[in-house]
């Protein structure tokens, strides 16, 4: 019987073995069959990464939820001093004082959550870059970007992906500076209105004063005060390297 060409190809194709690469005729052209890809993790080790992400996707939402519940003390205390000084006209603008330097001190702390909260993010959104990506485009799990070196590496070694002022910075621009902009024009429009409206400098050094404290002094330290956020945020604006980040 003669071998048909279509035959040999069978014939051939049923002696290759896809661990090495083989090569079949095509319409009488040599051609080279790559080996498929491994999967390097079996189904019980996939089935362990499904599970690690959903515990890391649950720690980076409770920490997600402390970051919401310093915003909230701040946003509620800003208001409560809005209401105290604007609820009578010869009220002191003394709590718009205070509650910018008690908005200093949540920063501060939601600073410090921040860092935690980026771990977490920051093993997410790799697992989700490299690991989810390509299964979805129908790659397969792949490890050639190092992807699990590298979450391996920080398992192994914990720290801290970002800095404190990186993350001091953060959070200001994300959500305190429109708190401190608040703040600061609100004391502006309060000394300046009550208890009557100012008519010279004098009047606005004397609705500034606190106690003892002379109005210059009051509003020179305010300025002060605003410009070194101001200053901070721009400085650590550039020092972004979370990676977990939305742009």
């Known amino acids: 019987m003669a071998l048909t060409p279509d035959l040999a190809i069978l014939y051939f194709a049923s002696r290759c073995s896809f661990r090495t690469s083989c090569l079949t005729f095509t319409g009488g052209k040599l051609i080279s069959v790559a080996e498929p890809p491994k999967n390097p993790f079996n189904a019980a080790e996939l089935g362990m990464l499904a599970?690690?992400?959903?515990?890391?996707?649950?720690?980076?939402?409770?920490?997600?939820?402390?970051?919401?519940?310093?915003?909230?003390?701040?946003?509620?205390?800003?208001?409560?001093?809005?209401?105290v000084?604007?609820?009578?006209?010869?009220?002191?603008?003394?709590?718009?004082?205070?509650?910018?330097l008690m908005s200093l001190v949540f920063l501060s702390i939601e600073a410090r959550r921040y860092r935690y909260f980026d771990i977490w993010r920051t093993r997410v959104?790799?697992?989700?870059?490299?690991?989810?990506?390509?299964?979805?485009?129908?790659?397969?799990?792949?490890i050639d970007s190092g992807w699990n070196q590298e979450l391996a590496s920080d398992y192994e070694n914990l720290h801290f992906h970002i800095t404190y002022l990186e993350a001091f910075g953060r959070r200001l621009r994300r959500n305190y500076s429109f708190m401190f902009g608040v703040q600061a024009f609100s004391y502006v429009t309060k000394v300046c209105v009550h208890p009557i409206p100012i008519q010279s400098l004098q009047d606005l050094w004397r609705h500034a004063q606190i106690g003892p404290i002379p109005g210059q002094a009051v509003l020179a330290f305010g300025f002060l005060f605003h410009a070194a956020l101001i200053a901070l945020a721009i400085l650590t604006l550039k020092g972004q390297r979370a990676a977990g980040r939305v742009s």
């Open 125 to 142: 959104r790799i697992m989700e870059k490299s690991m989810y990506v390509p299964i979805l485009r129908g790659e397969g799990v792949r």
């Open 51 to 83: 599970h690690l992400y959903r515990g890391e996707m649950y720690r980076s939402k409770i920490w997600r939820t402390r970051l919401d519940n310093t915003t909230n003390w701040a946003v509620a205390t800003t208001g409560i001093a809005l209401s």
């Open 85 to 100: 000084a604007f609820g009578n006209a010869y009220n002191s603008p003394l709590p718009l004082v205070l509650v910018a």
